[in-house]
C-alpha cells in the first residue's frame, strides 16, 4: 500500500496547475486516507519527481530548506505571496487560501478512481464497506 500511496499523492500534486497550491493536509483529504505528515513524507522523498513547490504547510510556509527556491517559483507562476522572500529564503508566505486548487468535475473523478485504488489496496475484500472519512463532498476544506 505504501507505493500506490505514495503514488496516489504523486498523481495529486501533478494535478494542481501553475499559481495554485494544496497543503499536505489537503491532499490526504482528497485521497480521503492518511494525513499531513503521510503527505510530506512522500514529498520529502519523491517530490522532486512534480511541482513540489506547489504543495505546502497548511500555514502557506514553503517546504522546508527549499523557501528560496520555491519563490522563484512562485514568482515566476504568479502564485499569490504575502512578503518578500529573504537571503534565507524565509520571510513570506503563500496565501494558501487565495491560491488553494480547486479540481474540475473530470479531475474530481481522476480523485475518485485513485480513492478507490487505494481502498481496494488496502482492503482488498470484494463488497467490503467502503471506509470513513472519504472526501467527495467535491470541496477542498484547507486542511
Known amino acids: 500500500m505504501q507505493a500506490e500511496y ?3 499523492v504523486l498523481s495529486v500534486a501533478d494535478l494542481i496547475p501553475s499559481g495554485q497550491v494544496l497543503s499536505y493536509g489537503d491532499i490526504a483529504e482528497l485521497l480521503g486516507t492518511g494525513g499531513p505528515r503521510q503527505v510530506g513524507a ?3 522523498a519523491r517530490g522532486s519527481e512534480v511541482c513540489w513547490w506547489r504543495v505546502l504547510r497548511a500555514s502557506g510556509q514553503p517546504p522546508r530548506c527549499h523557501g528560496g527556491q520555491a519563490w522563484e517559483h512562485y514568482r515566476r507562476e504568479g502564485t499569490p505571496v504575502r512578503g518578500t522572500a529573504d537571503d534565507g529564503g524565509n520571510g ?3 496565501l494558501i487560501g487565495t491560491a488553494r486548487w480547486q479540481p474540475t468535475e473530470e479531475q474530481w473523478r481522476f480523485l475518485d478512481e485513485l480513492r478507490n485504488r487505494l481502498r481496494q489496496a488496502a482492503d482488498p475484500v470484494p463488497g467490503a464497506a467502503p471506509h470513513a472519512g472519504s472526501a467527495d463532498n467535491r470541496n477542498v476544506s484547507g486542511s
Do not use: I, K, N, P
Request: proline share 0%; no cysteine.
Open 6 to 8: 505514495a503514488d496516489a
Open 42 to 44: 512522500v514529498m520529502s
Open 92 to 94: 513570506y508566505r503563500v
